[in-house]
């Protein structure tokens, strides 16, 4: 019989209640000492482990904790730290460490992107000519400790070579093998001394497997892993995949590692495993319970799937797993109090996630009888979640069925409705924006917090809401911005906001994930039918724009964002219910319009971070993508202006989808990734306008004048002054109120000095 045994993959940072990015916060301002930070997230860390040995979880990760990022912790591990930190060899200390993260006064911040298709940002590793050491075995810190303080055999989790290299930036293509070869002396130490040290299971994670990477690089990798077998033969490797299935499937599975870790949520899994087998002599480490959703899975689905997936697979070992690490879901439902109980009954955070998998193992193991009451509890949950009365909406439905392309399209072209724009809104050349959120200062946040709680009135509040937009309108017209924004203080999270007020959305108390840093995020449920009964954002934009005779303008998420930052249901097509939220949006738009804004932006920051892992997979998503864009923007009069807002994205392969858009504007961040983005819109002649963020809003630096007058010329070599917008990367809400003045400052300083270059 096989045996089978469950296994964790990585588990939240953060804390039932965040209590992990409170720390790092007073750390960072200097409220706590270091040694305070340690003892915090140490306790935090401890605790984590000891609630997954309590769930009964068989393989526990250790070392997927962070201070920051996992992805910089493997650069400070590895001593891949940029030159101007002025690093000097050893274990790296935290205050370098965060400015690598942050950013200090000397030195800028590395840059952030996203991780694969989630909503995770990790710090972009800089190799440059560093010879890479080994600074610290972190792996093995985390599993001595587990062992020693909680009695758990840990099972060290460590993020690939191949994965690693191909994260990083500063070198070339054709250096990868070089580059790749001065990281594995260090790999091989470092999994020596685990063995030594008794670890037996360690997982390594190299999800770039799940996209299109050359045979080349899988045949260097062989050897990799041949030589990591050859240097520590007695550990178990598993070399663990997720967020798609394995591209060179028949290649890797032939990898010298002792267990595979392959995802059975997203990509085709099954089928490869069906058709090409699995090698009798590995173990299968099955991620079944999807890492990346919040959904309660069906048991008797699981079974059936793990079935099907034992019969294929052969092999005398079966590990049953999350697709991938938690990281990317909330703690736990426990601390859910709120929620109607029908939509509660369709969930599972991490926590309840690992008690399905502990439930499936039994199952698998013992026969399905094992666990009766426990199938019948599931089952009776999630009936009760289906039919849930406000799921279902037969309007939505019909109107989603009646859509076509004529129902997206503008009703002249760009370079005809622009002129009437530009009569309509006489702006400067180089005109000045920000990108929507204005400071959220801790009175902002507190007062909400009160209203929340029931401790001030909804009058109270929005009175509130109203003095921080007249503040803010004056203080955006001294300085003399020609298109201002209300601020969104009335906003926590661009999505959550919507998700409060969208019909079929629910919203969670404490269902934060970790996006970047110690910012985490409340991604909204989508549990329904999206549909809108009354405006969301047309009292606080309509109250702005009476304040002032500058253009003040609208602010939405769009669909595909509010869709890909939120944890939609599945029992339809995603595209289904991506076009549900844009004809909702469709309608705040009109209402703004209709309210007399002339000009309404709809971010699309997630719209790029969904793409598919597998590049066969993009048109699709592409389209769909824009046809949603375009369905939520379209019906607007051509002098209304559209524009759009997107952040920490490489705009090399999309970049049709971005002008098919047809939005009249767009905003892109461009400062933190160092020019790359400008690069893009010189080898293609891009027509409507654009504002490349021209400073840095993610550090809390004020850039000078000189440095952003610099920004700005660097790309007006590439796009006509006509056509170019200035304005800060992203929204300003992290900021404090006098970084925002000073930088706003600088920046309609340097746009003026260039105007009047021209
Ligand atoms: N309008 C949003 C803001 O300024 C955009 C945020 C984002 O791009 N992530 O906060
Ligand atoms: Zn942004």
């Known amino acids: 019989m096989t045996n089978i045994i469950s296994s964790n993959l990585g588990y939240p940072r953060i804390g039932e209640k965040r209590e992990w990015k409170r720390s790092l916060e007073r750390y960072w301002n200097k409220q706590i000492s270091e040694k305070e930070l340690l003892e915090q997230t140490d306790a935090i860390r401890l605790a984590n482990l000891k609630k997954q040995k309590e769930l009964g979880v068989d393989l526990i990760p250790v070392g997927d904790f962070s201070l920051y990022d996992h992805v910089l912790d493997t650069s400070a591990m590895f001593g891949i730290i940029p030159d101007r930190f002025n690093y000097n060899g ?175 949520v997203f990509g085709d899994s099954l089928e490869l495993i069906r058709q090409y087998g699995f090698p009798e002599d590995k173990v299968l480490a099955a991620g079944v319970i999807n890492g990346r959703n919040v959904w309660r899975a069906n048991l008797e689905d699981k079974i059936s799937q793990l ?109 005809e409705r622009i002129k009437k724009q530009h009569q309509e809104l006489n702006l400067p050349l180089l005109p000045t924006t920000t990108i929507g959120s204005l400071p959220q200062t801790t009175e902002v946040r507190k007062t909400r917090t009160k209203w929340r709680k029931g401790e001030i009135t909804t009058a109270q509040y929005e009175h509130f809401v109203k003095d921080n937009i007249e503040k803010w309108i004056h203080i955006q017209e001294e300085l003399g911005l020609d298109v201002l924004v209300h601020g969104e203080f009335e906003r926590t999270d661009m999505v959550e906001y919507f998700g409060e007020k969208l019909n079929g959305f629910g919203v969670t108390e404490y269902g934060w994930v970790q996006s970047y840093g110690s910012r985490c995020v409340k991604p909204p449920l989508i549990f329904g039918d999206v549909s809108l009964d009354q405006s969301m954002t047309v009292k606080e934009s309509v109250f702005a724009q009476s304040l002032t005779d500058k253009p003040v303008k609208g602010m939405l998420t769009g669909p595909v964002t509010i869709l890909n930052w939120s944890f939609a249901h599945d029992d339809v097509s995603r595209y289904t219910v991506q076009n549900q939220i844009a004809l909702a949006l469709r309608k705040e738009v009109e209402s703004l319009e209709e309210n007399g804004i002339k000009i309404i932006q709809v971010d699309e920051p997630a719209l790029r971070e969904g793409l598919p892992l597998d590049e066969n997979k993009w048109k699709d998503y592409l389209d769909a993508a824009v046809y949603a864009f375009q369905l939520a923007t379209s019906s607007v009069k051509d002098v209304t202006q559209i524009h759009t807002h997107m952040c920490y994205s490489e705009f090399k392969n999309i970049y049709d989808a971005i002008d098919g ?25 891009y027509a409507k306008e654009i504002g490349l963020g021209v400073y840095d809003i993610h550090s809390p630096r004020v850039p000078d004048k000189e440095e952003i007058k610099q920004n700005i010329n660097r790309a007006l070599q590439t796009i006509p002054k006509e056509q170019f917008w200035i304005n800060p990367d992203c929204g300003l809400k992290t900021r404090s109120e006098a970084e925002t003045i000073g930088a706003l400052k600088a920046m309609i300083q340097a746009a003026k000095e260039i105007r009047e270059e021209q």
């Not at 049953?320 to 955070?349: C, M, N, R, Y």
């Not at 439930?359 to 009776?380: F, M, P, Q, V």
């Not at 504007?665 to 400062?671: C, D, K, Q």
């Open 307 to 415: 079935e099907l997936i034992q019969q294929y697979s052969k092999g005398n070992q079966l590990i049953i797993q999350p697709s991938s690490s938690l990281l990317h879901v909330p703690v736990t439902i426990k601390s859910e109090v709120k929620l109607d109980s029908d939509v509660k009954d369709g969930l599972a955070f991490a926590d309840e996630k690992l008690e399905e998998i502990v439930l499936l193992t039994k199952g698998l193991h013992s026969g399905k009888d094992s666990i009766k009451t426990e199938r019948k509890a599931n089952k009776n949950a999630l009936d009760r979640f289906s039919n849930s009365t406000n799921r279902n909406n037969k309007q939505v439905q019909d109107a989603i069925n009646k859509l076509d392309a004529s129902d997206a399209t503008r009703s002249l072209p760009f370079n």
């Open 661 to 685: 858009l047809d939005a009249d504007v767009i905003s892109i961040e461009t400062s933190r990734s160092h020019g790359e983005i400008v690069s893009t819109f010189e080898e293609n002649t």
């Open 90 to 264: 050893g274990k790296v200390d935290l205050e370098t460490y965060f400015a690598i993260a942050r950013g200090r006064k000397d030195a800028v911040a590395s840059e952030m992107t996203k991780w694969f298709n989630t909503n995770y940002h990790y710090i972009v590793p800089e190799l440059e000519n560093q010879k890479p050491t080994l600074t610290e075995n972190r792996p093995l810190a985390f599993y001595k400790e587990a062992k020693e303080k909680l009695g758990i055999n840990g099972k060290p989790v460590i993020l690939g070579p191949i994965t690693y290299l191909k994260l990083s930036k500063g070198y070339e293509e054709k250096d990868f093998s070089a580059r790749l070869q001065e990281f594995i002396p260090l790999y091989i130490q470092l999994l020596k001394e685990l063995e030594e040290a008794g670890a037996s299971w360690v997982q390594i994670d190299e999800p770039i497997f799940g996209t299109n990477v050359s045979k080349e690089v899988i045949l260097e990798a062989k050897q990799v892993y041949e030589q990591f077998k050859q240097a520590a033969p007695k550990l178990k490797l598993i070399l663990q995949t997720y967020f798609e299935h394995i591209i060179h499937y028949k290649e890797i599975v032939e990898f010298p590692v002792h267990a595979i870790g392959l995802d059975f």
